[in-house]
């Protein structure tokens, strides 16, 4: 019989609003999934049911605007990292097609007057009535409810709970609004043509507001994948490959995809919205020394943040 893995869903009132028992007991079990499946589900994050259908109404309407429109969105150089990015321009590692998706990045802004400010590319304005103001909100929301995850895993990893609090101020991260786009004709696709590909996030963790249709699975230990589908309005959360590289392999980076649907659910949209929770470039990705011991040797070279995501940006065909 094939083993089945739960998914465990979390309640973050429980860590910002909780007694210390409670505190400690989010911070274990976030810790023992991450450890185990690298996936969890998190209840009462900040993005209300409001805020969620506005989101997802203007991006279906950005994507329904004329492919020439679009493209006036599309900064070259910028490696997707602001803006708009056409179809075909994307790959996961290793994969010899591109996923079926165009996508649109918002990144940080900075109000404090930090001199990392020089470092960002301006975000792109989209002339479409409350888009940057929606997007900008969730941000914003999404932002804050990592810095909370973060001091949970920190105090789970026995380190001061602000351990990454200036590591992530005005940190690097990216809101993504994705559209897998509809396939008139599935059956002439390539073979390994997929809504996104088997691959591991580059950040330190991924915040899924939801999707519009089934399609995300992950990868079980014992090589099954397993579907992930978030209950009502909660958020999907998994570690990424930095948070992954500091901790020397204790927390997974689970490796997971968007499958296509039957083919005749291929005429449909889908849509996704995850924040990538990413550190300032100049962290340093060095493995924490907690984390080795003689079963578990330093498997990293050290690095920095910005280093490492370079790399990978080449890896998946953004650079």
């Given at each position: 019989?094939?083993n ?14 909780g ?20 996936f ?13 259908t ?17 493209a006036?969105y ?32 918002r ?19 989209v ?22 995850l ?70 079980t230990?014992n090589?099954?994948?397993?579907p ?8 999907v959360?998994?570690v ?17 995809r ?5 083919v005749?659910?291929?005429?449909n949209?889908?849509?996704?919205v ?13 493995v924490?020394?907690s984390c ?25 065909g953004?650079?």
């Amino acid at each position: 019989m094939e083993n089945l893995v739960q998914i465990p869903r979390l309640d973050l009132f429980d860590y910002t609003q909780g007694t210390p028992k409670q505190r400690k007991q989010f911070s274990d079990e976030i810790g023992k999934a991450f450890t185990e499946i690298g996936f969890v589900t998190i209840t009462n994050h900040g993005m209300d049911k409001i805020l969620i259908t506005e989101l997802y109404d203007i991006i279906r309407q950005f994507f329904a605007l004329p492919e020439a429109i679009k493209a006036n969105y599309e900064i070259q150089g910028l490696a997707g990292q602001r803006g708009y990015t056409s179809k075909g321009r994307e790959k996961a590692k290793d994969a010899n097609v591109p996923d079926l998706k165009e996508f649109w990045q918002r990144g940080q802004t900075v109000t404090d007057g930090d001199r990392i400010a020089t470092e960002y590319p301006d975000n792109v304005s989209v002339d479409l009535m409350g888009f940057d103001e929606i997007t900008a909100e969730v941000y914003r929301r999404l932002e804050r409810s990592g810095r909370e995850l973060l001091k949970a895993i920190a105090s789970y990893l026995h380190l001061d709970e602000d351990y990454f609090e200036d590591k992530i101020h005005n940190g690097n991260s990216i809101l993504r609004a994705i559209h897998y786009f509809p396939i008139d004709n599935p059956e002439a696709l390539p073979e390994d043509a997929v809504r996104a590909g088997a691959h591991e996030d580059i950040n330190l963790i991924t915040l899924l507001i939801g999707a519009s249709a089934d399609g995300l699975e992950v990868l079980t230990h014992n090589g099954t994948w397993l579907p992930i589908k978030a209950e009502g309005d909660d958020i999907v959360v998994n570690v990424g490959d930095m948070l992954q590289r500091l901790t020397n392999n204790k927390l997974k980076s689970t490796t997971h995809r968007v499958v296509n649907p039957p083919v005749e659910l291929m005429k449909n949209s889908r849509y996704s919205v995850p924040f990538f929770l990413h550190p300032k470039v100049n962290m340093n990705l060095a493995v924490l020394p907690s984390c080795i011991d003689q079963n578990n040797p330093k498997r990293y070279v050290d690095c920095t943040a910005g280093e490492y995501l370079d790399e990978r940006l080449r890896e998946i065909g953004l650079k």
